[in-house]
Structures are given as C-alpha cells and as structure tokens.
C-alpha cells in the first residue's frame, strides 16, 4: 500500500556528513510525521530526528547542532543532513512515516535501512 525507500548512507571518516533521504509512495491521503531511528549492534532502535505535520521537530540530545532533518512534503520525502559525524553515529539507519492511507487507515510504515558507518 505504502512504500518507503531510503538512500543516501555509507562509509565516511569522523568529521564528514552525508545525507540521508527516504521517499513514500503508494497509497497516502495524510503524512502527519516523518522521522529517523538508528540501531546501533546489540543496542536497541531509538529516535535521532522527527519532523510533524506542522513543521516543529526534535532531536536526540547527542545530535542537536549536527544533524538536521527537513521535507519536501510534495514529494513526500524526508531529508537527514548529518554533519560532523562521529564513530558512534555508525548504525542502520532507519526512516519511519506516520500515513493516513486512502482507506483512513492510520499506520506507521518503515524503510528498509540504510547502513552509516563513521570511521576514526
């Protein structure tokens, strides 16, 4: 019904940036949130980064002031800018969207997983 590709990770030295991209298509009426999660080896998935429907977001207190996220609401695609990176940032990386379907269903639906490696 709905399908979220992402693209944009790899492997980069401490202090390089990528930027990460995940675009929904399919099915959408109503995309109230798009968000960033990480899963770090043995840890569990958290939230990095989280835009609203009204444009506010938050950030996990480790990346404020590196990353920023943003959207092209018309493209249904949201944007993780991440500078500064540092070994600890290595994790899959991990889009979620927040979708009102055309049948009014409401679900969250998640990307495959972009793998970002940050070496020292």
């Known amino acids: 019904q709905v399908q979220l590709v992402e693209s944009g990770g790899g492997l980069v030295q401490a202090g390089g940036s990528l930027r990460l991209s995940c675009a929904a298509s399919?099915?959408?009426?109503?995309?109230?949130?798009m968000g960033w999660y990480c899963q770090a080896p043995g840890k569990q998935r958290e939230l990095v980064a989280l835009?609203?429907?009204?444009?506010?977001?938050v950030y996990t207190d480790s990346v404020k002031g590196r990353f920023t996220i943003s959207r092209d609401s018309a493209k249904n695609t949201v944007y993780l800018q991440m500078n500064s990176l540092k070994p600890e940032d290595t994790a899959v990386y991990y889009c979620?969207?927040?979708?009102?379907?055309?049948?009014?269903?409401?679900?969250?639906?998640w990307g495959q997983g972009t793998q970002v490696t940050v070496s020292s």
């Open positions: 979620k969207q927040k979708v009102r379907g055309f049948d009014y269903t409401l679900r969250d639906y």
């Open positions: 399919g099915s959408i009426r109503t995309i109230y949130s």
């Open positions: 835009i609203t429907i009204g444009g506010d977001t």
